[in-house]
């Protein structure tokens, strides 16, 4: 889990410098950079962090010069996994990247497992908008939230306090 962890950690330390480039339109190479250095941590081109590499700036007013650094995601727990296709998989589950205000409730579930040697993200679970349950986001259209395989061990990391439904996700055995 420790690697699973530091992985997320070097990820969501990468989120932030793009979300910092990316409020300025002279970083523009430089934001596409990390968005493509964080696209090649993903098993799959429908993945991502929400970064995408664009091919232009966006209009000026989209700019914000003296925007404050951006937060890291919150890591609320990881679900170890043996499944039949992968071996080891871990289920994340995250907040939304520079979470404001100090708002705590789980956003994305992104799935990892071990490829050649690499940790990879392979798919991203979020919660339907329309009502309290898991909705494939993007990756192995194969996986399924509620059926990843056997669950090995439950690491806990910081509950969630803002939302019912992601507090009684936090403390399933999932």
Not at 126 to 152: C, E, M, N, T, V
Request: glycine letters at 4%; hydrophobic letters at 35%; proline letters at 6%.
């Amino acid at each position: 889990m420790e690697k699973v962890k530091e992985f997320l950690k070097f990820l969501f330390e990468k989120e932030q410098i793009a979300i910092d480039y990316g409020n300025r339109k002279n970083d523009f190479d430089k934001y596409n950079a990390v968005a493509n250095e964080i696209k090649s941590y993903m098993n799959d081109t429908t993945l991502g962090f929400g970064l995408p590499v664009l091919e232009k700036p966006a209009p000026d007013f989209f700019y914000e010069e003296n925007a404050p650094y951006p937060n890291p995601r919150h890591l609320y727990k990881i679900s170890h996994y043996q499944n039949n296709n992968y071996g080891n998989l871990w289920a994340c589950y995250v907040s939304v990247p520079n979470p404001y205000m100090d708002t705590k409730r789980i956003n994305d579930c992104f799935i990892i497992t071990e490829i050649n040697g690499d940790l990879k993200i392979i798919a991203n679970f979020g919660p339907d908008i329309d009502q309290p349950k898991w909705q494939f986001y993007a990756g192995d259209r194969d996986l399924k939230i509620d059926s990843l395989g056997k669950l090995q061990t439950i690491e806990r990391i910081m509950e969630p306090t803002d939302d019912a439904w992601s507090i009684e996700q936090y403390k399933k055995d999932i």
